[in-house]
Structure formats: structure tokens, C-alpha cells
């Protein structure tokens, strides 16, 4: 009796003490700590004490007689005992899930065996992960009626073709009756040609959809998954691209680095002459343009391609919205678009700015507007517009223009009322004017650029948008410069 007594004493002061433990431990878990391991390994050990001292008293008490009403543990013991159990592999059957507030992070947990990696979901990242689930099967279940479908609609292009043949013969010219049947078929393995080529459009788009929404999830949720990977450094460093890419870079890199064949032969044995301070200032003048040249064109190019890719990221929000995988509001997008093009039109002004005065410098060293401008890019200067008014001139005055003097004055006045026979054309003799004909479409180079630009701002046409979809005003950020 004595030492049940001292038994039950014993176990009432390490339940008590035991209790203010994990009341302790759930307040700081409360209060923003992220290690859970303590908590789940003290309440292991409780589960397990408590299994050893009730198999004890199994043995040391007689069976018929029960618990004593001392012994049973109350409801508020038994809350504190099972508090510290939190990971649970459960269905969430009777209540949902709730999910971190913050972002997806790692912590550290006990799985009942040891201390190790948990993760802190995110809704989110949920809804991402589902969706990606869905749209994978949705896919599967498109591929194998896509697949037969095809095959149904070429087996079809066969047999037409073969019918197509078929009434070309003799046998079938000859009887009515065959012809008549054979056309028949012919047209209903049209018809059902068409409905399967309007099924494989169909499931085609369906697939399309499904494919861009499986890699809208997929990157939302890789993002999510690294980001927390990273913050835990238990992210691998990138990895090399494969050997095959990097060979394909070094005979890139290879080629641009030798010269031509023929050009090393005409050079073989003679030694470069050094360039005079002149000649390297006038260099490095070039040098300094092209690279300001190539800056303004990629800034330019960019300015000239907000309305598609503001049309592009529009979608893409949408979507995003709708698939539940953004929480950014409309107004947040469009102040977003709206600094992004403040920030591109500012680009592109400061680099026009640096742009002339690279040109100034150039005009300072007395090179022309043709010769920098097309040596700047590459090309040798070749350009009419490179040759001075005054050089010009006095080339002119060297040669003997009589002759064309002379043309000119037979020349008969536009105007005239002179007699003039129409010529007999054939109609055939007349050719139709063709896009090689136009100066301005064989323009290369400097000549080139302003018709490049625009058909880069013009584009493939822009999808109408919805009425009540109200898209960011750009007529502020359009380029201060005319056109």
C-alpha cells in the first residue's frame, strides 16, 4: 500500500511538472519559434512514460479492479500530453487545413523517430500544386483521343484518295450504278473527314490551353519551392550547361576569333602597321559609338514593343487571376505597367542623350555622319553620303560633261505639242511592278533602319480587348523624338 502511495505521488508530480513544460513550450511556439522538434520529442517521451507506468500497474494491479479515480489523467492533463503531437499524417476530414500566413519556409519537426525537414504551405502554393495535378490529367486524358482522332482523319485522306482514283476506271465509268455508289461514299468519308478536323482543332486548342496552364503552375510553384530551398541553403548551385552546348560555343567563339582564309593568306609575313594617336583616338571614338549605338537599339526596341508586351503580361495576369495563383489587384498591375514604361521612356531618353554626344565627338574628329554611322556598325563606309559637297564639286569640274549637255538639249520639253506616234505594245511586253523594284524595300544598313522600326511597332495585329477591361494610357510615354 505504502508503495502504491508513493507510486501515485511520483506520477502526479511528473505529470504536473511535465504539463508546465509544454504549456511553456506552446507559448514560445506561439510566439514565433519555428523549431517544432522539442515539443513533438517531449511529448513523445511522455507517451511513452505513461505507456511503461500504466503496463506496471497492469502488472502490479489486479485486472478486475480497474482504474482508481485518482489515476485517470484529466481532460486538460490529456489536452497538454497530446498538445506537443501536432504532426499528424491526417486526412483533414473533419476540418480544413489552415496554411501560413507568410511565405513558404523549411523548419524543423519530429516525425515520432528523429528530428528533420518540414515545410510551411502556403494556399497558394496549394491551389498551384492542384492546379498543376488537374491540368496534368486533363492533358492525359486529351492525348489519346487527339492521337486517334489523327489517325482516324488520315485513314480517311487514304481512303478518299483511293476513291478518287477509283472513279477514274473503266469498270466504274462504265456502269452508273457503281459510279453513283462510289460517289455516295466518297462524299460521307468527306463529311466525316471534316468533323474530324474540326474535332482534332478542337482538341488541339484544349491541349494548348492545358499545356500553358501546366507551365504557369509549374513556374509559379518551382519559384515558391527554390525560394524556400534558397532561404534554407539547401539549394544546389546551378549546374554547367551539358558539354555539348559549351563545344558548340567554342567553335562559335573559334570562328569569330580567326580571320578569313583568303585574308590570312594576303597577310601572311607582313606585320601590322601601328596605329598613329590619330588613328587610335579615331578608334576608340568608333568603338564608344558602336557600343552606345547597340545600348540605344535594344532600349528602342523594347520602348517600341510596350503595347504587345503590356497585351502578353495582360493575359498572363488574367489568367493567373483566375487560376487563383496571383493576389496582386488590377490597379497594382497597371501602376506596376505604368512605372515600368516611366522607367523605359527615361532609359531611352538618357541614352539618346549619350547617343549625340558619342555623334558630337565624332563630328569633332571630322569623320562624317554616313562614315560613323555605318563604320560604328560594322560595314565599311561605301555611301555617297560620305563624300563632302565640296569634294564633289571639285570632282565634277575635272570631267567633260558635254555629251550629257548635248543629250539633255535633244531632249524634248515636257509639255510639248509636238507629234509624238503611240508605240504598239503587246500586253505581255508589260511587267508588273515587283517589291525588288522599290528603292526603299533593297535599303540595307543606315537606309534601313527607320523601315525596320516600323514594321517592328506595327507588328502582328493586337487582339481586340474586352469592353470592360480598362488597359494603361501610353500616350505619355511615347518617344519625344518624331518619327
Not at 509549374?218 to 554547367?240: C, F, G, W
Not at 573559334?254 to 583616338?281: A, I
Request: net charge negative; aromatic share 6%; charged share 30%.
Amino acid at each position: 500500500m505504502e508503495l502504491n502511495n508513493m507510486r501515485d505521488f511520483l506520477q502526479k508530480t511528473y505529470n504536473k511538472a511535465l504539463g508546465r513544460m509544454q504549456a511553456m513550450n506552446h507559448r514560445q511556439r506561439e510566439g514565433g519559434l519555428v523549431n517544432a522538434s522539442q515539443s513533438s520529442s517531449v511529448a513523445h517521451s511522455s507517451d511513452n512514460h505513461q505507456r511503461k507506468d500504466q503496463s506496471h500497474l497492469g502488472h502490479m494491479r489486479n485486472g478486475s479492479e480497474g482504474w482508481e479515480q485518482d489515476d485517470v489523467p484529466s481532460p486538460s492533463k490529456r489536452a497538454r500530453l497530446e498538445r506537443g503531437n501536432s504532426f499528424k499524417s491526417d486526412s483533414f476530414q473533419s476540418q480544413p487545413p489552415q496554411y501560413t500566413l507568410g511565405d513558404a519556409r523549411f523548419f524543423v519537426a519530429n516525425d515520432g523517430s528523429r528530428d528533420c525537414l518540414a515545410l510551411f504551405f502556403t494556399e497558394n502554393l496549394i491551389t498551384a500544386l492542384n492546379d498543376l495535378s488537374d491540368h496534368i490529367r486533363q492533358l492525359d486524358y486529351l492525348q489519346g483521343p487527339l492521337h486517334h482522332t489523327k489517325m482516324d482523319a488520315r485513314n480517311l485522306e487514304s481512303s478518299i484518295e483511293r476513291m478518287k482514283d477509283s472513279l477514274g476506271l473503266p469498270e466504274v465509268q462504265g456502269s452508273e450504278e457503281s459510279l453513283r455508289q462510289l460517289q455516295n461514299t466518297l462524299d460521307r468519308q468527306e463529311s466525316k473527314l471534316l468533323k474530324a478536323r474540326q474535332r482534332i482543332a478542337k482538341l488541339e486548342q484544349e491541349t494548348s490551353h492545358s499545356r500553358g496552364q501546366i507551365e504557369l503552375c509549374r513556374d509559379h510553384s518551382r519559384y515558391v519551392l527554390e525560394t524556400a530551398m534558397e532561404k534554407a541553403n539547401i539549394l544546389r548551385a546551378p549546374q554547367p550547361p551539358p558539354p555539348i552546348i559549351l563545344e558548340d560555343e567554342e567553335e562559335e567563339q573559334g570562328d569569330e576569333s580567326s580571320p578569313p582564309q583568303h585574308d590570312s593568306v594576303v597577310s601572311m609575313g607582313d606585320n601590322e602597321p601601328e596605329l598613329s594617336p590619330e588613328d587610335f583616338l579615331r578608334q576608340e571614338v568608333l568603338d564608344d559609338l558602336y557600343n552606345r549605338r547597340m545600348a540605344l537599339a535594344d532600349v528602342q526596341a523594347q520602348f517600341d514593343d510596350q503595347a504587345r508586351q503590356g497585351a502578353e503580361n495582360l493575359a498572363r495576369y488574367e489568367q493567373a487571376v483566375e487560376a487563383g495563383t496571383y493576389t496582386c489587384s488590377r490597379s497594382e498591375f497597371d501602376r506596376r505597367e505604368l512605372v515600368y514604361g516611366q522607367k523605359l521612356t527615361g532609359a531611352l531618353i538618357d541614352i539618346e542623350a549619350e547617343y549625340d554626344e558619342a555623334c558630337a565627338q565624332a563630328r569633332a574628329l571630322g569623320l562624317t555622319e554616313s562614315t560613323y554611322a555605318e563604320e560604328s556598325l560594322g560595314f565599311a563606309s561605301g555611301y555617297e553620303e560620305s563624300t563632302s559637297t565640296e569634294h564633289m564639286a571639285s570632282y565634277l569640274a575635272t570631267r567633260d560633261w558635254s555629251s550629257i549637255e548635248d543629250w539633255r538639249s535633244d531632249i524634248i520639253p515636257q509639255g510639248s505639242d509636238c507629234g509624238c506616234e503611240d508605240m504598239e505594245m503587246d500586253e505581255w511586253d508589260a511587267t508588273t511592278v515587283e517589291i525588288s523594284d522599290s528603292a526603299s524595300a533593297l535599303g540595307c544598313g543606315n537606309n534601313r533602319k527607320k523601315i525596320d522600326r516600323w514594321h517592328r511597332i506595327r507588328g502582328p495585329p493586337l487582339p481586340t480587348p474586352q469592353e470592360d477591361v480598362w488597359t494603361v494610357d501610353r500616350a505619355m510615354l511615347k518617344r519625344r523624338r518624331s518619327f
